[in-house]
């Protein structure tokens, strides 16, 4: 307040900006995530910027929150890049307004974000309060009667009399049983051709013919597994096999409720309260993208009112409790499919999962394909987790970025999550990326950023003061491609401007120094600070883990992870398949295949959470980017061939080699 006595003009500029940013947060909210600010003082305000997926973390934002006044509720929905505060009063929350807008507060990671705070109305907070279901997933109370459900759980018998007609194994972490068809959790698959005698128990034929009738399901189950849980058990997160089932998959709860983790490629996590007598119903998004498991541990955290039955379980900790876990017994009614699947989720889908591994590229339709299939889709479908795990600038780019002159207009090509876009306030950065996904992370941070191609970037020549292009010319399939990206990124450039490029490095060590891509490899479960430019942190811990059992690996996403077995890790140039690398390994081929892992939630606030279901061995998927890693030299070599250019600098970086160089 002080300062505005000093100087007021100024202040009244800086106001300006402040607005005008605030105004910005208020589109994009609406925007973004169909969120309506008011311009009058309400008791709750969003955080824009102050979210757990700006690495913001309710340790860090609560204190700064409080100190104008009773905080009723802050509710931090997962990978949001807002929150939103309830205060006591209006007067409290107005006061927030007044002194929180436009504060620089430190996140979890010591990065400075500048909240922007609007006032909402309370039936928002409300609907914000709750995330939504995975799309295509339902959960249906009280299908059942009490006396039904007694009945059920009598009909199974446990014991081990097997009359070869429903086959019945002991897991690590439940029993199970099947009628209809065995499910094979080697192959995670049914035998289509071998039907058990006998089909469906007769007590629930007349169960499914009324929810048929009722419209509670679509098509008639012909294949019945029960799983029976004693507290502590579990089932790793998985997606029932594409080509084994048709897309509707039913669950009917018996004896207990139970929570069930639902995962998004992306690392969002949603849980869901399965009362007993419900039946969950996944078909669409829930069925074919997500990951259905539940966790083996003898208490869930529940919602703790009394309303709430089924359904999500917000991460309001004002409203949790801990809610021990009593035997379950589920009856999961699919019926199998005789027909490949052609769902709309070719990723995870066994069917539509390409035959072979990618092959080295022998033409440029190949490379382009190779690129599409194995750079392009993999950082679309992966956009939210990858961002989560990149965060830190390494220091030589922003010691770049610090020293170009103020007012320097900058292009930074393949700019991934944005996070050298807010470097130096003084330039005017302008990023771009071939996943639309990615560029929206950076437009909902309110960075400057548009979908391209980086061969193609639609910015004038000779425009830019300055481009970098950090880990992205190691993502193009062929030298020609690599030297286009590199002659594309001197065109923007004018004459004097200076452009600085990263690219993965085939040594991981040099001067008999490892990088910190190798040195990390045993890194403490603590630790936090993102490593070189390939790895998450995810990935690491992974490799800390006891592999548990594989029998009860679910029904997996497999096919991809599958051609790791093909023996990798070789100059195996012999049969032109890339091969597949090995995380924290030293690289033993230029053209590979680098596995993304989608292990737990990358939320930092989910990590302790996720490292429990990982302890259960969960076979989530795997996805594969390609990357031509350069040799000493190489990149140098590549820049040597385009005209109107000299080489500044080239050196070393933590596992890259990197060069400046000048336009003349
Ligand atoms: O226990 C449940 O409700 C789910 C079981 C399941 O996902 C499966 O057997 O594939
Ligand atoms: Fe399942
Ligand atoms: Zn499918």
Redesign the pocket.
Known sequence: MDSKHQSNYKLSKTEKKLLRKQIKARHTLLRHEGIETVSYATQSLIVANGGLGNQVSRNQLLPVLEKCGLVDALLMPPNKPYSCVRYNTVEESKKAYDTLNGKEIVDDLGQKIILYLNFVEKAQWKELGLQTLPPGLKVIEEIISPEDEKMLLESVNWTEDTDNQNFQKSLKH?R?KHFGYE?HYESNNVDKDKALPGGLPDICESMLEKWLKEGFIKHKPDQL?I?Q?EPGHG?PA?I?THSAFEDE?V???LGSE?V?DFKHPDGMTVPVM?PRRSL?VMAGESRYLWT???TPRKFDTVQASKGHKSGIITSDVEDLTLNKRGI?T???F?KVKQTPCNCSYPLVCDSQMKEAPASFPESDKEALQLEQDYVHRVYEEIARHFSSTRHTPWPHIVEFLKALPSGSLVADIGCGNGKYLGINKELYMIGCDHSQNLVDICRERQYQAFVCDALAVPIRSGSCDACISIAVIHHFATAERRVAALQELVRLLRPGGKALIYVWAMEQEYNKKKSKYLRENRTSQGMKEEISNDTSVQELLVKELPNVGRQDS??SVSSINDFQDGGCNSRNVANSKLPIHTNRTSFHSQDLLVPWHFKGNPGKDKRVESLGSLGSHDPSPVFHRYYHVFCEGELEAACQTLSNISILQSYYDQGNWCVILQKV
């Open positions: 439940r199970v499910f597994t799983n849980y089932i998985h029932d998959i669950s009917l709860s139970i069930m399965l969950l259905h498991g539940i379950r589920s009856f999961t699919r679910a029904h």
